[in-house]
């Protein structure tokens, strides 16, 4: 940071009309300081003279090693390891420092290991022709390497670009999975529980009446019941009230349940007490991944149990589903499903696993860092 001290007198100026970058004032008793933050200018004249630096440190490199093997090396191989240099200046710092490169391994190939030795001067033609083709190779190389340094730059950002842009669809399915519970639950779950409330009204009043028209109400009522039921368990899927309210532990213990009234299967969840607490957008990650898992496993699996289980251990998160079902095939092409827990695995930096058992079933393992 640069400061200048404003005081009464000569020694600070300011033209009128002058524009002055975004600044920090402090006051003090007797100065006035203004504080200018580094500029984005000074930040790539610092990398570009560093790569330019790398360069000469590079051929300098070079060229210890060359003097150092003079004994054991010709002199008909002026430019051996000098091409080294170059690629090493151009694949770090660009074309610039690449070029850099090349003009100092020409200038110590010329001075120190040409005819006439410790002279810039090169007299024999041959030697001549061979300088300009190293310096022809030596500027495709740098060339070459920097292409190459930005096609790399370019593959990153954009590998960097879509994972944002898959981060932002997830994230905004999550919100829209949020939002479709919170209707289901809140709007169309309630109109169906008022519409269930008024036909169990209306069967009472037809039955008290004896009219035969009870029954066909009476069908009606329990329609609405379990559409009401149908609405909560949707709701309950799409947005669960423990994974805000209480942490994924009550999650996953709402989904077992959840499971099992659905599929009419034993679900059962086992937390260890270290995996209390998980909050945050890894126990929303790792509750779709249990949600996924265990709906495969009741939907393709066929199974008569499963098992949902969370430990956690000092550096590591370990989220278990485990069924008793058919199995998955032993080699199968992997479904959105499958894709989309991994990535929610790797977007928390874990890993996901899914192997068959070897009696029967499959478990589906989730490890991620415990400082996610």
């Known amino acids: 940071m640069r400061a200048v001290d404003l005081e009464p007198g000569p020694r600070a100026t300011l033209r009128a009309g002058s524009v002055l970058p975004a600044m920090r ?11 200018a933050p580094v500029t984005a200018g000074g930040r790539s004249w ?16 070079v060229l210890g090693i060359k003097l150092a093997l003079v004994p054991w090396v010709e002199h008909d191989t002026p430019f051996l390891l000098f091409f080294a240099a170059v690629l090493v200046a151009g694949w770090f710092g660009g074309l610039g420092p690449g070029l850099f490169a090349t003009a100092l391994s020409a200038f110590a190939s010329a001075y120190f290991f040409m005819h006439p030795f410790l002279d810039i001067h090169v007299e024999h033609p041959v030697q001549r022709v061979r300088l300009l083709l190293f310096i022809g190779e030596a500027v495709f190389i740098s ?3 920097s292409f190459l340094r930005r096609a790399r730059s370019s593959a990153a950002a954009a590998a960097e670009e879509a994972r944002d842009l898959e981060h932002r669809l997830l994230l905004a399915s999550e919100q829209a999975r949020r939002d479709v519970g919170h209707d289901l639950h809140d709007g169309l779950g309630q109109y169906l529980a008022g519409a269930a409330f008024r036909a169990r009204l209306l069967v009472r009043r037809l039955e008290s009446r004896g009219v035969a028209e009870a029954e066909d ?13 149908w609405a909560r368990n949707l709701a309950a899927g799409l947005s669960p009230a423990g994974l805000r309210n209480d942490g994924l532990a009550a999650a996953l213990g709402e989904l077992a349940a959840l499971t099992g ?6 679900c059962t969840f086992h937390g260890e007490p270290s995996a209390d607490g998980i909050v945050g957008d890894a126990a929303l990650h790792l509750y779709h991944i249990a949600q996924e898992a265990v709906g495969n496993a009741a939907r393709h699996a066929k199974p008569t149990r499963i098992r949902i289980a969370l430990s956690a251990a000092a550096d590591r998160i370990v ?29 928390m930096g874990g890993r996901l696993d899914v192997t068959r058992l070897a009696t ?13």
Do not use: Q, W
């Open 25 to 35: 004032i402090e006051r003090t008793p007797n100065a006035l300081t203004v504080r």
């Open 46 to 61: 610092a990398r570009a003279a560093a790569a330019y630096g790398l360069a000469a440190l590079a051929v300098a490199a």
């Open 143 to 145: 060339g070459l390497a």
């Open 217 to 229: 109400a009476k069908v009606v009522e329990e329609l609405l019941s379990h559409s009401v039921a």
């Open 261 to 266: 009234r659905t599929f009419n299967v034993e």
């Open 319 to 347: 989220l278990t589903v485990e069924d008793d079902g058919t199995g998955i095939a032993e080699r199968r092409e992997g479904g959105n499903g499958l894709h989309t827990m991994a990535y929610r695995a790797r977007l």
């Open 360 to 372: 029967r079933g499959t478990a589906v393992t989730c490890f991620v860092p415990r400082d996610v």
